[in-house]
C-alpha cells in the first residue's frame, strides 16, 4: 500500500511570511494528524481530524496556525504570520481507525530565518 | 510538563548484544503504549505495541515490557544489528486524548 504523501519536503521562509503543507494519507485512513517536531524533542501532536472534523486542536496556536482536511482525504496545515520558532519538522500521520498505529509521513522540514 | 520520558539521549551497544531502551511516563491514564523507530530524513515507523492490560509483547527480536505499577517500559532487542541504528520514539495514548504522546527519542547506536 502507499504511504503517506507530504510535500513540499523542504521550506525555506523569512519570518512573517506565510506556509502551507500538504498531505495525503494512506487510502481508507479516517484519522489524520498533524505533528510539529523541532530539532531535539519529540512529535508534537497539533490537530487531528477524523474524517473531516476536528476531534482535538488543543495545541494548535491558531492565532497563525490553520488547518483543514478536505473531503475527508487530503489536508493541508497553513502558518501565517510564520516565526523563527516554527522551524521544525512537520508530519502528517494517518491511522485506519482509533487505537490502530500511526502511519507517518517522511515530514517537511520548515526553516524560518 | 513531560508525560513521557526518555533519560537516556544516546545508547551504544556492540552487534550481536542485547539493547534495552527505557521509557517512563507520569499519566496514569494512558492504557497503550507504542514504540516508533526514525531514520534520518524519514518519519517515525511503528515498531511494538503494548496496551495496558498486558506486561509483555513479543515480535521477533523486539519485546516490550510494561510495568504499571512503576509508570515504566522498555524495549528490548535481541540481538542487536547494524540495521537497528536509529532514533527510537517511546509514544502513549490515553488520558483522554486520542493522539499520540512522544517523548524526546534515544538514539541507539549499533556497533559493529
Known amino acids: 500500500e502507499a504511504g503517506v504523501a507530504q510535500s513540499p519536503r523542504y521550506k525555506i521562509i523569512e519570518k512573517r511570511q506565510s506556509v502551507a503543507f500538504w498531505c495525503n494519507p494512506i487510502?481508507?485512513?479516517?484519522?489524520l494528524y498533524w505533528y510539529q517536531q523541532i530539532l531535539g524533542q519529540g512529535p508534537k501532536l497539533l490537530i487531528q481530524?477524523?474524517?473531516?472534523?476536528?476531534?482535538?486542536d488543543s495545541q494548535l496556536p491558531k492565532d497563525r496556525f490553520s488547518a483543514e482536511r478536505l473531503k475527508g482525504v487530503d489536508s493541508t496545515l497553513k502558518i501565517q504570520p510564520a516565526k523563527l520558532e516554527d522551524s521544525a519538522v512537520y508530519l502528517c500521520?494517518?491511522?485506519?481507525?482509533?487505537?490502530?498505529?500511526?502511519?507517518f509521513g517522511n515530514g517537511t522540514r520548515l526553516t524560518v530565518t | 510538563d513531560q508525560q513521557v520520558k526518555q533519560n537516556s539521549p544516546s545508547l551504544s551497544v556492540q552487534e550481536g548484544r542485547i539493547s534495552i531502551l527505557n521509557c517512563d511516563y507520569t499519566n496514569s491514564m494512558f492504557d497503550y503504549f507504542l514504540w516508533y523507530k526514525k531514520y534520518p530524513a524519514e518519519g517515525p515507523t511503528f515498531l511494538i505495541s503494548i496496551s495496558s492490560i498486558k506486561d509483555k509483547n513479543e515480535d521477533g527480536r523486539f519485546t516490550v515490557f510494561l510495568n504499571k505499577s512503576a509508570k515504566h517500559l522498555s524495549l528490548h532487542i535481541v540481538p542487536s544489528q547494524p540495521g537497528d541504528s536509529a532514533v527510537y520514539f517511546c509514544?502513549?495514548?490515553?488520558?483522554?486524548?486520542?493522539?499520540?504522546?512522544f517523548g524526546k527519542g534515544t538514539h541507539l547506536i549499533i556497533q559493529p
Open positions: 481530524f477524523q474524517n473531516n472534523g476536528v476531534v482535538d
Open positions: 500521520a494517518s491511522s485506519l481507525e482509533d487505537f490502530s498505529p500511526l502511519h
Open positions: 509514544a502513549a495514548r490515553g488520558g483522554g486524548a486520542d493522539g499520540l504522546t
Open positions: 487510502s481508507g485512513h479516517a484519522t
